[in-house]
């Protein structure tokens, strides 16, 4: 059956969608310096400040599938955008510590309702080219990583006058987007699809918990990565190597989304490419401990390659594994809890680990943790059409 082309207009807003769910999260890690100037905050109270919104993506991923389920995908998406410009301008209003802690909750629990939105879009959007749509707002996800990474010290908070005015800035643009969606976008309901009230994610599924672990395994080697990176390069003398390593973190995942935007089809729905990705994470964890400038950039960059990889093939996976439009964001938010459930507390391991042994690496050992899911957790999925 010949695939209907996706109008660009939607593939542009699933694009930038995915650029705000990212971009005002990673604008934090670059920050922690000019944080820490104005804040008294612990290597405890940074894992706490960069994983709570992890939290919040698992703690209320359910309840972005009720918000889905009463609203639809496209209306809780805006929603939840607007959402998110708004708390994220508001973190650096003081500086206080208690703003930058409500008001990163609150932006957290904005993303938790916006992402189970995405795959459900695009099963409504793109039926039949799942990997492509996906890859799309996936890249765009990746992009707001780079971005919020590479240009927050060196381009905006410069620009703005601070990381205050930074955080301020960047929030602008999920409001364009939010205003996007609204105006560019027809509603759902008018396509004539007909919803259930079904919202709570089935955890007595095999598949749910495969794909929250293999999310997890993801998103720990990514978040893991990024929130002790900078702090860690600090402890080595190596400060001035952190914009580039995060940068190339999120850099290292561009070539990751080329080539699943390139050929989709080759590697979505299998189990394989997953595990693979295994490899590269283990080979990128230990060149980034070898004693070297090149090595510490070469191994950011695998990590961010590899976890990209995995994260693109599995935010695929529910939409394929759908039997309709509403089981998708049950699917997602069941995923999203366990996956990001898992990826707040591994972090904040390895921060408190740090605190009370003052061993730098030992932080980084949650990493492994995440690649092991990379390797057990495919088993078992099955993919109608797809060679697992």
């Not at 208690?98 to 995405?118: C, D, E, K, N």
């Not at 693979?276 to 090149?294: K, Y």
């Not at 529910?318 to 366990?338: C, W």
């Amino acid at each position: 059956m010949t695939k209907a082309p996706i109008p660009w207009s939607r593939l542009i807003l699933l694009w930038l969608a995915g650029v705000d769910l990212r971009i005002t999260l990673l604008v934090i890690p670059p920050l922690i310096p000019l944080i820490h100037h104005d804040l008294p905050l612990d290597e405890t109270m940074v894992a706490m400040l960069l994983g709570l919104p992890v939290l919040l993506i698992a703690a209320a991923a359910t309840l972005g599938s009720l918000l889905i389920s009463h609203l639809d995908a496209r209306r809780a998406l805006i929603a939840g955008i607007a959402i998110i410009a708004l708390s994220s301008a508001l973190r650096g209003v003081g500086p206080s510590v208690p703003m930058l802690f409500a008001m990163t909750f609150l932006m957290g629990a904005a993303v938790a309702v916006s992402q189970p939105a995405l795959p459900a879009l695009v099963f409504h959007w793109a039926p039949r080219q799942i990997g492509l749509a996906t890859a799309i707002y996936t890249g765009g996800l990746l992009i707001g990583e780079m971005l919020g990474a590479g240009l927050t010290t060196q381009v905006v908070a410069p620009l703005a006058g601070g990381w205050r005015q930074a955080l301020a800035l960047w929030a602008l643009l999920p409001m364009v987007t939010a205003v996007g969606v609204w105006m560019l976008t027809p509603p759902i309901a008018e396509s004539g699809v007909k919803r259930r009230a079904d919202w709570w994610p089935d955890f007595r599924d095999a598949r749910t918990w495969r794909l929250g672990l293999i999310q997890a395994g993801t998103s720990i080697v990514y978040w893991g990565t990024n929130t002790f990176l900078p702090d860690y390069l600090h402890s080595l003398g190596l400060g001035k190597l952190t914009p580039l390593a995060l940068f190339l973190v999120s850099a290292g995942q561009i070539p990751a989304s080329l080539l699943l935007t390139l050929v989709p089809d080759r590697f979505t729905g299998r189990a394989a490419p997953i595990r693979a990705m295994a490899l590269v994470a283990v080979l990128g964890l230990t060149i980034f401990l070898l004693p070297r400038d090149w090595a510490r950039l070469a191994g950011a960059t695998l990590l961010g390659f590899a976890s990209a990889f995995v994260f693109i093939l599995n935010l695929a996976f529910p939409p394929l594994l759908a039997r309709d439009a509403d089981e998708v964001h049950r699917i997602s938010a069941g995923m999203f809890t366990i996956g990001y459930g898992l990826t707040f507390v591994m972090p904040l391991i390895g921060g408190a680990v740090w605190d009370r042994t003052g061993i730098a690496w030992l932080s980084l050992a949650p990493i492994v943790v995440g690649v092991l899911c990379f390797l057990i957790a495919p088993s078992g999925l099955s993919i109608p059409g797809y060679e697992l």
